[in-house]
Every structure is written in structure tokens, then in C-alpha cells.
């Protein structure tokens, strides 16, 4: 690992905003029997680092991306239950899935990050998010120094959340394995307007066509590199909250997210606010889809920081609504 010249290990190739920032030490785990005594040293968990934004030097990080591998637990005629690495790569994941005749995850073709991330965030796109399939996650617990087994029903999924962004787990609970649950028979999930609109209408029973087509539309709409995906969540707002956003907006789009609360797209917001194509520095909002902040090649951590901050700064000014990150801001510690 070659250290960077003001000392520490060059963080750009291992996170997605290629910002160049430092890490005192950065682990890499090969065997999950590494995995307890290294996380003894370390201050921060990551993945693939396509969530995250770090604001400066970091202290230790411990990246489970080189955790590699997967197994076939259990296997009937009508599906399988599979035991993957937390470092696989999500999107090499979806292909092999599909190779090997296991459906299900086709809509989250594309999206960056690993295996483990993918549980983190409950990832979510074009119809569908990962909940569903996930039976259960193992990993090392830092705090009471053992192997834990949490049962999907104990993982606190919801919209971009679960159980391991809490403060007691976050960097405390480091994902080595995640089982999922994948059918055998081919469903394609159309619910999405772009994607039933687009889909070639005779392959409609082939997943590679969904595959493909899921991957065309992302590419047209996000920037392939420099960034973290969505830099925000969408608000879910209480009906009354949505009422008056209502008065300010009429033409606000918004879907319903459980007994009264509404998803209102935060890129509506962004977009309507003037702040496509905003620029701080080397940081953008991205002219295609708002709700993305890209490294246009020259930004440091403040520039996107200073950006985003911007952002929810002029949405609240102006539609009373306060944006949440959905990136995970890595702060600088002195140790
Ligand atoms: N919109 C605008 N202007 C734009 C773009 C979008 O007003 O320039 C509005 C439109 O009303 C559009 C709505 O925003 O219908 C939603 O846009 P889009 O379908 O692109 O999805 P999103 O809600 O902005 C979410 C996820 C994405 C995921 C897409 C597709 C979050 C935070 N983001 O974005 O996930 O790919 O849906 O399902 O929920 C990610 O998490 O990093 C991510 C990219």
C-alpha cells in the first residue's frame, strides 16, 4: 500500500467522490478470521466507499471490500438461499444471480457498493429494495467482542435505514455475510414508469432484458463516477407537513409511504428551488438528477460539503422542508 506524500494512505481509489483525502491506516481484511483483530484498530467501517463522504484525514479505516466469496445454503424447486461475502460487489452480484437463474434482485442492477453496504442502506431502486431477500447478516460485534447472527426481522429495515446505521452498531457491528432469499422463477417487477416504458415488450420474461434496461435508464440519469448516489433521502412528510408544502408548491408530486406519511422526490424540490448545475468549487449539482452531487474532477472534501449544505440551506428557505443526507459524513478525529 503506497502512503500518500503528507503521510497516511491515499483514500481516492476507495471511495466514489475521489476526493483526495488521507487515512492514517487503511485494513483490508481477506479472512473473516482477520476481521476481529483488526477491527480493534479501527475508527471507521466502510465497504466500497460509494456512500460516504470524508471530510478530511482520516484516522483507521477497515474496508470489508476484499471479503470475497458465497455459498448455497439451502435449495428447493422454488428457490435457493444463498450466503454472499459482504465484499462482493453489489452490481457483479445481480449478473451472477442471474447467470445462475436466481431472481429477484434484477431492479438494483448498476448501483454501486458492496454486498454488506447494500444492507446497511437497505438499498432501493426502480420498484423494489433489498429487504425482501434478506433472511440474515452475520458479523463482529466490537462491543461484547463476538460473532453475531441478526435475523432479518431484527435488522430494523426501512426506507435507506436499518439496525446498522444506529449509533450502538454503526463501526461497533462489521458485516462479514449477508444470506439472501432469491426465486427460481423470473417475476419482473414493471411497477416503475421508466422501466416499463422502456423495456423491449417481447423480452419482457427475460431478466437480462430488465438488467439491461434498468442499467440504460441509471446511465442516462447518473453520473458515472465522482459521487455518492443520491446525496439525500426523500422527506416523508406527515400530512400536515405535506399540506403546507402543498400551499407553497400545488404541482408537488408526492406517494404515499405508509398510514399518513408521503415520499415527496427530493429532486423536485432541488430542481425547482434553481439549483441544477449549482457549482461550489469542483462540487456540482448534477444536471440531470438534482438529488446527486458530483466531483466534477477538482473537488475537495468542503467543496461538496459546503455544496450540499448549500442545497438544504435553499430547499428549507424555500419549501420549509429540511433535506437529510443520505451519505454518511465521515468527520475527521485526532487520535
Ligand atoms: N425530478 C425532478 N427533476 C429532475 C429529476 C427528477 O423534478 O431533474 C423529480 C421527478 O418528479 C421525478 C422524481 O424527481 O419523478 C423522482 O426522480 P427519480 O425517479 O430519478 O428518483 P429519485 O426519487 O430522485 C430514488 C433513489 C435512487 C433510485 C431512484 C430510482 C433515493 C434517495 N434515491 O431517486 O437511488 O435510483 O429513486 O428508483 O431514494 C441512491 O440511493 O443513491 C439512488 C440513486
Known amino acids: 500500500m503506497c502512503a500518500a506524500a503528507s503521510g497516511g494512505i491515499l483514500l481516492r481509489e476507495y471511495h466514489t467522490f475521489s476526493l483526495p483525502v488521507t487515512a492514517k491506516a487503511l485494513l483490508l481484511p481477506t479472512r473473516e478470521e482477520e476481521v476481529p483483530t483488526l477491527a480493534r484498530r479501527a475508527d471507521y467501517i466502510i465497504g466500497e466507499g460509494s456512500n460516504i463522504l470524508p471530510l478530511g484525514p482520516m484516522p483507521v479505516v477497515l474496508s470489508t471490500r476484499d471479503l470475497k466469496g458465497y455459498k448455497v445454503r439451502a435449495e428447493n424447486t422454488d428457490g435457493v438461499e444463498v450466503e454472499v461475502f459482504a465484499g462482493e460487489n453489489w452490481d457483479a452480484w445481480v449478473r451472477l444471480c442471474i447467470a445462475r437463474g436466481w431472481h429477484g434482485l434484477e431492479n438494483l442492477a448498476g448501483i454501486p457498493g458492496s454486498v454488506g453496504g447494500a444492507v446497511v442502506q437497505n438499498i432501493g431502486a426502480y420498484g423494489i429494495e433489498l429487504a425482501p431477500f434478506l433472511?440474515?447478516?452475520?458479523?463482529?460485534?466490537?462491543?461484547?467482542?463476538?460473532?453475531?447472527?441478526?435475523?432479518?426481522?431484527?435488522?430494523?429495515?426501512?426506507?435507506?435505514?436499518?439496525?446498522?446505521q444506529k449509533s450502538a452498531w454503526q463501526d461497533q457491528f462489521i458485516i462479514t455475510r449477508v444470506v439472501l432469499r432469491l426465486k427460481k422463477r423470473f417475476e419482473p417487477v414493471l411497477s416503475y414508469p421508466d422501466?416499463?416504458?422502456?423495456?423491449?415488450?417481447t423480452r419482457k420474461q427475460d431478466p437480462w432484458c430488465l438488467y439491461e434496461t434498468v442499467r440504460a435508464i441509471r446511465s442516462e440519469k447518473l453520473p458515472s463516477q465522482g459521487s455518492a448516489g443520491s446525496f439525500f433521502k426523500n422527506p416523508v412528510l406527515s400530512e400536515a407537513e405535506l399540506a403546507s408544502l402543498k400551499a407553497k408548491a400545488p404541482d408537488v408530486p408526492f406517494y404515499p409511504h405508509g398510514a399518513g406519511f408521503f415520499k415527496v422526490p427530493a429532486a423536485w424540490l432541488i430542481d425547482r428551488a434553481g439549483l441544477k448545475g449549482y457549482r461550489v468549487g469542483g462540487a456540482q449539482v448534477h444536471v440531470r438528477q438534482p438529488l446527486v452531487i458530483v466531483n466534477t474532477g477538482s473537488a475537495i472534501p468542503q467543496d461538496i460539503w459546503g455544496l450540499a449544505?448549500?442545497?438544504?440551506?435553499?430547499?428549507?428557505?424555500?419549501?420549509?422542508?429540511?433535506?437529510?443526507?443520505?451519505v454518511r459524513i465521515l468527520f475527521p478525529i485526532e487520535r
Open 135 to 164: 433472511v440474515e447478516v452475520r458479523g463482529w460485534n466490537r462491543r461484547i467482542e463476538d460473532w453475531q447472527t441478526i435475523p432479518a426481522e431484527a435488522c430494523e429495515m426501512g426506507y435507506r435505514t436499518s439496525l446498522f
Open 195 to 201: 422501466v416499463n416504458q422502456r423495456i423491449d415488450s
Open 309 to 326: 449544505q448549500y442545497v438544504q440551506t435553499k430547499v428549507y428557505e424555500k419549501w420549509g422542508v429540511l433535506l437529510e443526507p443520505e
